[in-house]
């Protein structure tokens, strides 16, 4: 072996020279692979390897290679954040390196390539770190043969390209990876998708210093041993939802530093004795199933500066021995049911986040919080928090600069004397619901604001001119809603980075402000906003919601706002004075449009086709205008439409069979009532409708649209828009500023429908309310409109049904509202049940209907002289006319009045029973059919 002598530092030491072979090797380990620098942060250490020149063939000199000191072999390599971009595979020469013990590939890019499987053969390894390196595929099995690894981490290999993980670990599971490494200290699949269990035996791994398993889909329930193992400074199983566990209880102290379980499915409560994780610098339980109350214990946690529990059910008081926890830096507890005031804090001087949000807090605001002059964020909103607050507190808190006290009861006082006023600087400044009367004169002086909210308060009259020159530069989010104002608007916004603007619900007057082009969320409804839409609209980049409704606006709807619909979600233009046609909406395929609310305008002409384009649209609302045109069927090409409202306008004619359409397969809510539509009801959709025949009520969620978009130099802002409709039911106009995603409703009243109602709809188990009034149908009631238990609402009168009402009908346990009035329906109303509460005036119109709410008894009204088997016999037109005569002939004899009335009585049962007899063959054709 070739020796050579080198000098550093007046040190002279022995360096081995590489074996050919492996020098060989690495070379063309190199040369299989591109250097991208573009990347990433990277450092190409690989480009300083020369395979000639002096000393440039010895590896062991090579920058990332490391060797043995007596034999030259290659046993470590590091070539972490290399600009490596390439695929690799088992016939790499990089698994020639036999005496490999540490390899770390990490930060590289291998292009969707697997783990080769020939890793398996590096049996030397105790090191091993392929993170963020873009593999892809299946983790090899043969991983687990490297029984001597104390280091393995293989976490985020996500892929944006191929949208996966690294491995979907189909074979093997967790278990069969690790069954063979006992002798692992770290540990670090973060971000894998395992979709497995945690091994029992995990928890007799004793060397295990660091368990990263966050985000890995993992399953079953965690062994509770894991938490107390005798090295381990890191557990992280955060983000794993369908992973179950307790916290156990804890006899010994425990060197753990870290411990995150947020976004995991751990339940049940904290023991007392969690006060022996005395060594915990980091507790995250965020987004657990947590309950029950928070240990005053923790307050013995005295090394945490990192204290998450949000997002739980924990009750009870916040603890006052978090006085204790003097290190903390974060202290989080929103989104809980706690209760009770809130403790003095004054100690936790390093606090820079407190987050007391959204729990059931009540008291003053204690003035001590003032003491805290590191804190940077203070969110209090959405408690039960009452009294005086004077907001000179927060002047004194030099380093705060997001303060959210919205959504309580509280009154703000301020102080214009105060001189610390121009030397705040808020960055987010929410005051929602604070009793304000007036803008707050400090805000005149912040230059640096992001966020600002003082929406549902009483702040009247006009806003002051200063608030057009406050943080030009900075403000992205403005939200005044729900308050006083009147005067009017400027005629362009001045904020040139403004992507959020709320005015909505107040008396401002004017024209539209032109937003900047930044814009992404807009809502100036419910104003007294006139003219038309400037053309400047149409110069937005990407907007996500556009509210004008509820205004005065006329003119005709700008064509360019059609070409918005590749980033706008929703667009609400409803209750103004728009007239003319719709313009071409979803011009190109590539839309996101969800929802469109044009109703109450005067629009004229067709529904554009090219809304077909529109393949997320959710709901189309276009009622109460002057639209004409036959039933649009190509919305059936839709995938995903819940809500057609088409009422009150002028469409016509025959509803046609879809052809080649799916036929609307999501859908929730149909209203094509007062139109002009002629010819049976469009039973050929009914089988179709996927989402009305099924009943699932847990869990359920709202309809309606949920987008993201980041904030410069705060985080991702993200805002929920649930749809709205005002449709019919129960009789009554009513408005849903919410709709269940089970909530089912149909109504096609006051049209020209004829025929009968087709047994089908029986199907529609979700169904809340079917309305078909108003229209010319026969037949009978089907008796399959009994299975709709979910129904509330049920409406057909002012048609020619005839028949008896079904005693089914008497199963709808929660039909509040029933109207069959002014039909041709004969016999008993069925009693007993919700029938009983039902007024007489939804039967009336019904001459043939009898009972008790009609005060009407339902007695034989056959004459004993008749013969028993006249009717049982007779079962044909010609038969009954002969009976009828013999009444007239009786007439003759017995006296003409008497006779008369007689043959009334018996046309009228016998047109009743014959009525009766033809639904019940209709029904067995219906059921033989189906």
């Given at each position: 072996?070739?020796?050579?002598?080198?000098?550093?530092?007046?040190?002279?030491?022995?360096?081995?020279?590489?074996?050919?072979?492996?020098?060989?090797?690495?070379?063309?380990?190199?040369?299989?692979?591109?250097?991208?620098?573009?990347?990433?942060?990277?450092?190409?250490?690989?480009?300083?390897?020369?395979?000639?020149?002096?000393?440039?063939?010895?590896?062991?000199?090579?920058?990332?290679?490391?060797?043995?000191?007596?034999?030259?072999?290659?046993?470590?390599?590091?070539?972490?954040?290399?600009?490596?971009?390439?695929?690799?595979?088992?016939?790499?020469?990089?698994?020639?390196?036999?005496?490999?013990?540490?390899?770390?590939?990490?930060?590289?890019?291998?292009?969707?390539?697997?783990?080769?499987?020939?890793?398996?053969?590096?049996?030397?390894?105790?090191?091993?770190?392929?993170?963020?390196?873009?593999?892809?595929?299946?983790?090899?099995?043969?991983?687990?043969?490297?029984?001597?690894?104390?280091?393995?981490?293989?976490?985020?290999?996500?892929?944006?390209?191929?949208?996966?993980?690294?491995?979907?670990?189909?074979?093997?599971?967790?278990?069969?990876?690790?069954?063979?490494?006992?002798?692992?200290?770290?540990?670090?699949?973060?971000?894998?998708?395992?979709?497995?269990?945690?091994?029992?035996?995990?928890?007799?791994?004793?060397?295990?210093?660091?368990?990263?398993?966050?985000?890995?889909?993992?399953?079953?329930?965690?062994?509770?041993?894991?938490?107390?193992?005798?090295?381990?400074?890191?557990?992280?199983?955060?983000?794993?939802?369908?992973?179950?566990?307790?916290?156990?209880?804890?006899?010994?102290?425990?060197?753990?530093?870290?411990?995150?379980?947020?976004?995991?499915?751990?339940?049940?409560?904290?023991?007392?004795?969690?006060?022996?994780?005395?060594?915990?610098?980091?507790?995250?339980?965020?987004?657990?199933?947590?309950?029950?109350?928070?240990?005053?214990?923790?307050?013995?946690?005295?090394?945490?500066?990192?204290?998450?529990?949000?997002?739980?059910?924990?009750?009870?008081?916040?603890?006052?021995?978090?006085?204790?926890?003097?290190?903390?830096?974060?202290?989080?507890?929103?989104?809980?049911?706690?209760?009770?005031?809130?403790?003095?804090?004054?100690?936790?001087?390093?606090?820079?986040?407190?987050?007391?949000?959204?729990?059931?807090?009540?008291?003053?605001?204690?003035?001590?919080?003032?003491?805290?002059?590191?804190?940077?964020?203070?969110?209090?909103?959405?408690?039960?928090?009452?009294?005086?607050?004077?907001?000179?507190?927060?002047?004194?808190?030099?380093?705060?600069?997001?303060?959210?006290?919205?959504?309580?009861?509280?009154?703000?006082?301020?102080?214009?004397?105060?001189?610390?006023?121009?030397?705040?600087?808020?960055?987010?400044?929410?005051?929602?619901?604070?009793?304000?009367?007036?803008?707050?004169?400090?805000?005149?002086?912040?230059?640096?604001?992001?966020?600002?909210?003082?929406?549902?308060?009483?702040?009247?009259?006009?806003?002051?001119?200063?608030?057009?020159?406050?943080?030009?530069?900075?403000?992205?989010?403005?939200?005044?809603?729900?308050?006083?104002?009147?005067?009017?608007?400027?005629?362009?916004?001045?904020?040139?980075?403004?992507?959020?603007?709320?005015?909505?619900?107040?008396?401002?007057?004017?024209?539209?402000?032109?937003?900047?082009?930044?814009?992404?969320?807009?809502?100036?409804?419910?104003?007294?906003?006139?003219?038309?839409?400037?053309?400047?609209?149409?110069?937005?980049?990407?907007?996500?919601?556009?509210?004008?409704?509820?205004?005065?606006?006329?003119?005709?709807?700008?064509?360019?706002?059609?070409?918005?619909?590749?980033?706008?979600?929703?667009?609400?233009?409803?209750?103004?004075?728009?007239?003319?046609?719709?313009?071409?909406?979803?011009?190109?395929?590539?839309?996101?449009?969800?929802?469109?609310?044009?109703?109450?305008?005067?629009?004229?002409?067709?529904?554009?086709?090219?809304?077909?384009?529109?393949?997320?649209?959710?709901?189309?609302?276009?009622?109460?205008n002057q639209l004409s045109d036959v039933f649009p069927s190509w919305l059936g090409s839709l995938p995903v439409l819940k809500l057609l409202i088409l009422q009150h306008n002028g469409f016509y004619g025959v509803i046609e069979k879809p052809k080649g359409y799916i036929g609307f397969p999501?859908?929730?809510?149909?209203?094509?009532?007062?139109?002009?539509?002629?010819?049976?009801?469009?039973?050929?959709?009914?089988?179709?409708?996927?989402?009305?025949?099924?009943?699932?009520?847990?869990?359920?969620?709202?309809?309606?649209?949920?987008?993201?978009?980041?904030?410069?130099?705060?985080?991702?802002?993200?805002?929920?828009?649930?749809?709205?409709?005002?449709?019919?039911?129960?009789?009554?106009?009513?408005?849903?500023?919410?709709?269940?995603?089970?909530?089912?409703?149909?109504?096609?009243?006051?049209?020209?429908?004829?025929?009968?109602?087709?047994?089908?709809?029986?199907?529609?188990?979700?169904?809340?309310?079917?309305?078909?009034?108003?229209?010319?149908?026969?037949?009978?009631?089907?008796?399959?409109?009994?299975?709709?238990?979910?129904?509330?609402?049920?409406?057909?009168?002012?048609?020619?049904?005839?028949?008896?009402?079904?005693?089914?009908?008497?199963?709808?346990?929660?039909?509040?509202?029933?109207?069959?009035?002014?039909?041709?329906?004969?016999?008993?109303?069925?009693?007993?049940?919700?029938?009983?509460?039902?007024?007489?005036?939804?039967?009336?119109?019904?001459?043939?209907?009898?009972?008790?709410?009609?005060?009407?008894?339902?007695?034989?009204?056959?004459?004993?002289?008749?013969?028993?088997?006249?009717?049982?016999?007779?079962?044909?037109?010609?038969?009954?006319?002969?009976?009828?005569?013999?009444?007239?002939?009786?007439?003759?004899?017995?006296?003409?009045?008497?006779?008369?009335?007689?043959?009334?009585?018996?046309?009228?049962?016998?047109?009743?029973?014959?009525?009766?007899?033809?639904?019940?063959?209709?029904?067995?054709?219906?059921?033989?059919?189906?």
């Amino acid at each position: 072996m070739v020796l050579e002598i080198v000098v550093a530092n007046s040190f002279t030491s022995v360096q081995p020279a590489c074996h050919d072979d492996e020098s060989s090797a690495l070379m063309q380990f190199k040369d299989s692979f591109a250097i991208h620098k573009s990347a990433s942060l990277c450092d190409p250490k690989v480009l300083q390897w020369k395979s000639h020149g002096v000393n440039s063939s010895n590896c062991c000199l090579w920058n990332g290679v490391q060797c043995d000191g007596k034999t030259g072999h290659v046993i470590g390599l590091d070539l972490s954040s290399s600009c490596l971009f390439g695929s690799t595979n088992s016939n790499s020469t990089l698994f020639n390196l036999v005496h490999l013990q540490s390899l770390n590939l990490a930060d590289n890019d291998f292009n969707s390539s697997e783990i080769p499987v020939a890793v398996g053969k590096l049996l030397g390894l105790t090191y091993l770190n392929l993170s963020h390196c873009f593999f892809w595929g299946q983790i090899p099995l043969e991983i687990s043969h490297l029984y001597k690894l104390s280091h393995l981490d293989l976490s985020f290999n996500h892929n944006e390209n191929v949208h996966s993980i690294i491995s979907k670990f189909r074979s093997p599971n967790l278990g069969s990876l690790l069954q063979n490494l006992t002798n692992l200290e770290v540990l670090d699949l973060s971000g894998v998708d395992l979709s497995s269990r945690v091994p029992d035996y995990l928890a007799n791994f004793t060397s295990l210093t660091y368990i990263m398993l966050s985000d890995c889909e993992l399953q079953g329930e965690f062994p509770s041993g894991a938490f107390q193992l005798p090295n381990l400074r890191i557990l992280d199983v955060s983000s794993n939802g369908n992973l179950k566990g307790y916290i156990p209880d804890f006899h010994h102290k425990s060197p753990l530093k870290e411990l995150k379980l947020g976004g995991s499915g751990f339940s049940g409560g904290l023991p007392s004795s969690i006060k022996m994780l005395d060594s915990l610098d980091l507790l995250d339980f965020q987004d657990c199933n947590f309950s029950g109350p928070i240990p005053s214990s923790l307050g013995k946690l005295t090394q945490l500066t990192f204290l998450v529990l949000s997002e739980n059910s924990f009750s009870g008081h916040i603890p006052r021995s978090f006085q204790n926890l003097t290190r903390l830096t974060k202290l989080v507890l929103r989104y809980n049911p706690l209760f009770g005031p809130i403790p003095s804090l004054s100690n936790l001087t390093n606090l820079n986040l407190l987050d007391f949000s959204d729990n059931q807090l009540h008291g003053r605001v204690p003035q001590s919080l003032s003491n805290l002059m590191n804190l940077e964020t203070l969110y209090l909103h959405s408690n039960k928090l009452n009294g005086a607050l004077e907001f000179d507190m927060f002047f004194r808190m030099k380093s705060l600069a997001y303060l959210d006290l919205g959504r309580n009861n509280l009154s703000l006082l301020f102080s214009k004397g105060n001189k610390n006023v121009t030397s705040s600087k808020f960055k987010l400044l929410a005051l929602e619901s604070c009793n304000l009367s007036e803008f707050p004169y400090f805000i005149r002086h912040q230059n640096e604001l992001e966020r600002l909210s003082l929406a549902k308060n009483q702040i009247c009259c006009e806003i002051p001119k200063w608030m057009w020159k406050t943080s030009i530069d900075t403000l992205v989010s403005f939200s005044i809603e729900d308050n006083l104002l009147t005067g009017f608007l400027p005629v362009a916004l001045p904020w040139v980075n403004l992507l959020t603007f709320g005015v909505s619900f107040n008396r401002l007057q004017g024209t539209l402000p032109i937003p900047p082009p930044s814009i992404v969320f807009y809502n100036v409804s419910n104003n007294l906003l006139s003219g038309e839409v400037p053309i400047m609209f149409c110069n937005l980049s990407s907007p996500y919601n556009l509210d004008l409704s509820n205004n005065t606006l006329d003119g005709n709807i700008p064509e360019c706002l059609g070409n918005l619909s590749s980033t706008l979600y929703v667009l609400n233009l409803r209750n103004n004075f728009f007239k003319g046609i719709i313009p071409k909406i979803c011009n190109n395929k590539a839309s996101n449009l969800r929802i469109i609310y044009l109703s109450y305008n005067k629009l004229q002409g067709q529904l554009p086709r090219t809304l077909s384009n529109c393949k997320m649209l959710e709901g189309i609302v276009v009622s109460n205008n002057q639209l004409s045109d036959v039933f649009p069927s190509w919305l059936g090409s839709l995938p995903v439409l819940k809500l057609l409202i088409l009422q009150h306008n002028g469409f016509y004619g025959v509803i046609e069979k879809p052809k080649g359409y799916i036929g609307f397969p999501e859908l929730r809510v149909l209203d094509i009532s007062f139109n002009n539509f002629t010819g049976e009801l469009p039973s050929h959709y009914v089988s179709s409708w996927n989402a009305m025949k099924a009943i699932d009520p847990h869990p359920f969620t709202y309809l309606g649209v949920i987008f993201n978009f980041t904030v410069p130099k705060t985080a991702l802002y993200q805002d929920k828009i649930r749809f709205t409709i005002t449709i019919t039911t129960k009789g009554v106009n009513r408005y849903y500023g919410a709709i269940q995603d089970i909530f089912a409703f149909i109504d096609m009243s006051s049209n020209k429908f004829e025929g009968e109602i087709s047994t089908l709809f029986g199907n529609l188990k979700s169904f809340r309310s079917l309305n078909l009034s108003n229209n010319m149908l026969t037949g009978c009631i089907p008796s399959s409109l009994g299975n709709l238990t979910e129904l509330e609402s049920l409406d057909l009168s002012q048609n020619n049904l005839s028949g008896e009402i079904p005693q089914q009908l008497k199963q709808l346990m929660f039909l509040a509202s029933f109207n069959v009035s002014y039909n041709k329906l004969t016999g008993p109303i069925p009693q007993g049940n919700q029938f009983s509460a039902f007024e007489s005036s939804s039967f009336e119109g019904n001459p043939g209907l009898c009972g008790d709410i009609l005060f009407k008894k339902c007695g034989d009204l056959e004459p004993l002289s008749l013969p028993p088997s006249a009717f049982e016999k007779n079962d044909d037109l010609e038969s009954m006319f002969k009976l009828d005569w013999k009444f007239v002939l009786i007439g003759f004899v017995s006296g003409l009045v008497v006779g008369v009335a007689l043959g009334d009585m018996v046309i009228i049962r016998r047109h009743g029973w014959l009525v009766k007899m033809q639904c019940k063959r209709r029904r067995r054709r219906r059921y033989q059919r189906n």
